[in-house]
């Protein structure tokens, strides 16, 4: 049990600390509301958007606010003149409606730009964690290479830690065997939960990975809450000395034997929670303000080491969906698919429960499943490969999938194996009851990505209707986003509309045709049946006019090919003499290596090119009019 198939994962034949993998992890708040006592007493109402890294902070009417550490409490804020902070205005702030809301549906005042939220953001994970988010980028996109799945594979049993803590001015409420019920019971439904944590494992993994934990009696900390919960500390000081006092506790007093948790091959435990009773009583990022981070004091016992923890508040009721994103980060090292900046919600939104899907209204009690292509890394889903160019047995024509079962089809890129297309059904019943939408689902997967770029994440999601809202910040999913059998929703490698303008085609990322295709997609289902193919490569147009003895470049001023069939063919006007020819950048000039000069305008070329920059000309040998050039690649 102590030592489990997760404890390794290699990557490009480099051996990942959990350290580096886990850290590019927080929690996401989108609507989030609690309640702060201000020095007069009064109980502020917030709401939170953000994550651990950067969030804002506003009043019920929208205002601005920050916590302002010489008046102790929350104040009104401003953005600064060089909009790259908010800045607190002194004025303690109430819950008295200060601003007039209009019909507007955007109620809040502006914040920060998109660009210094994401300064911020990177800042403050720098602070967190010790290292920049880029190089944590770097360490996770090894980890979800493909490559790298054998050592990722999770099974078998697993064991985590629950420390439960209370305070002589807070006494807990919920009591332990409420606890452990929430966390180990198959079969549970307290505080309006469909499972456990453990019967969630269960269920996404198809019984492969039985995660549960041991819950300490409750630890009554040495302190009084008031003390650990100081606003004007950052969350990772008074937190992480609580969690040693209780660490040594567990040691001493109980006798624990730490050896029986399972750990990764360093040694580290990947289990390690902690609970606290009654609520935060810190504002965001401060006091004992709920989080995950790596323990700066090294404790370690019976071969086991503390390395990345959680801790969070119990409040009135336990809800698993946050504990469960966590344990992705814990056990699994799996990364948060969402955008730490809030310039969008992420690609995958609502469809995974390492994006949002695990902290809606109703997905906190019953999350949704990791997207496919992470229970692939797991080892819990199979991955037939469709494309013939890899696999020359490769199925073809009519399929189907089961969208509670763990098998799942790929598109990979020959030309670069981390690279592929994903495919898998959903249907909103069980884990994916409260999907926004149902029907094919079509995850393109980079590991070159980043889940702070929206337009380029590890795991993006082509939306059946093209428009993307999760990216724009306009949603977090609706009922357009999967293939469900409507007539135009085919998946190939130019509809609904064009790379260029970030919407949904199965290109690979370098702007180049895949040849997948999916078409004849059934409605939503338990199962869903569809057609798969190979598709002509897509063509560019351009559209011109040339005046006499002119010349006109397409595309302007060049591109980079990485090798195989260039086509193209023009189309002029009558009575005139256009031709046309291809030209290689040679690291000192262009030179002609294709042409097509015949007496009219109508020509034609297929040239078998290598890689390198190119560019191909139309050029009026005679006359002047307008043409049509179509390029294939």
Known sequence: MS?????????????????????????????????????????LKIRLDGNDYYAEQRTEDGSLVVYDNAKRGFCYAHVNATGEQLVSSGVL??????????????????????????????????????????????TTAAMMAPTASASAAVSGQMRGLTVIIDFSDAPGTITKPQVESFLNDPAYTGFGNAQSVRGYFLAVSGNKLDYSNTVTRYYRAKRPKSYYADASL????????????????????????????????????????????????????????????????????????????????????????????????????WPDLYDYDGSSHGSVANFCVMGFGGVGYESQFRPTRPAGFLRYLAGWDTATELN????????????????????LYRWSNPANAAEAFYVEAIHKSEQNLYQPDQGLAVFHIDPAGTNTNEWHPYIQLE??????????????????????????????????????????????????ASGFALSNISA???????????????????????????????PNPWFEYKGGTLGALL??????????????????????????????????????????????????????????LTVTK
């Open 463 to 512: 939306h059946a209707d093209g428009k993307r809202d999760p990216e724009n910040n306009l949603n977090r999913g609706d009922g357009g986003d999967l293939f469900d059998g409507v007539a135009t929703r085919a998946f190939n490698n130019s509809v609904p509309n064009a790379l260029a303008s970030k919407g949904t085609n199965s290109r690979w990322w370098n702007g180049y």
């Open 524 to 554: 939503p289902g338990p199962t869903v049946w569809f057609d798969v193919g190979v598709t002509v490569p897509a063509a560019d147009v351009y559209n011109g006019t040339l005046a006499n003895q002119a010349e006109a470049i397409h």
């Open 93 to 138: 702030a109430t819950n008295v409606k200060r601003r007039t809301v209009g019909i507007a549906a955007d109620k809040s005042e502006p914040g920060l730009s998109t660009a210094a939220k994401a300064r911020l953001a990177q800042q403050r994970y720098q602070h967190m964690h010790g290292r920049t988010l880029e190089l944590a980028q770097r």
């Open 388 to 407: 013939p160019a890899i696999n020359r047995n490769a199925p073809t024509g009519r399929l189907s999938q089961n969208a509670s079962g763990h098998a």
């Open 3 to 43: 030592f489990i198939k997760a404890s390794i994962r290699v990557a490009a034949g480099m051996a990942l600390s959990l350290a580096a993998v886990t850290s590019q992890a927080a929690i996401p708040y989108q609507g989030h509301t609690y309640e702060f006592r201000q020095p007069g007493g009064e109980k």
């Open 234 to 333: 950052d969350s990772g000081t008074r937190s992480q000395e609580l969690i040693m006092e209780a660490l040594n506790w567990v040691k001493s007093s109980e006798s624990f034997d730490f050896s029986t948790l399972s750990r990764d091959s360093t040694g580290h435990i990947l289990g390690l929670n902690f609970f606290y009773s009654g609520e935060a009583d810190s504002p965001w990022s401060k006091g004992l303000w709920p989080h995950m981070g790596w323990l700066g004091e090294r404790f370690c016992s019976n071969g086991a080491c503390t390395g990345s923890y959680q801790i969070t508040n119990m409040g009135k009721q336990l809800a698993i969906g946050t504990f469960v994103h966590e344990s992705g980060h814990l056990i699994m090292g």
């Open 571 to 628: 189309a002029g006007p009558a009575g005139t003499d256009f031709d046309l020819r291809i030209e290689k950048w040679n690291n000192t000039a262009w030179v002609k290596v294709a042409e097509s000069a015949g007496n009219t305008s109508q020509e034609k070329l297929s040239y078998v090119a290598a890689a390198g920059y190119y560019r191909i000309i139309v050029a009026s040998y005679s006359g002047a009019g307008n043409y049509k």
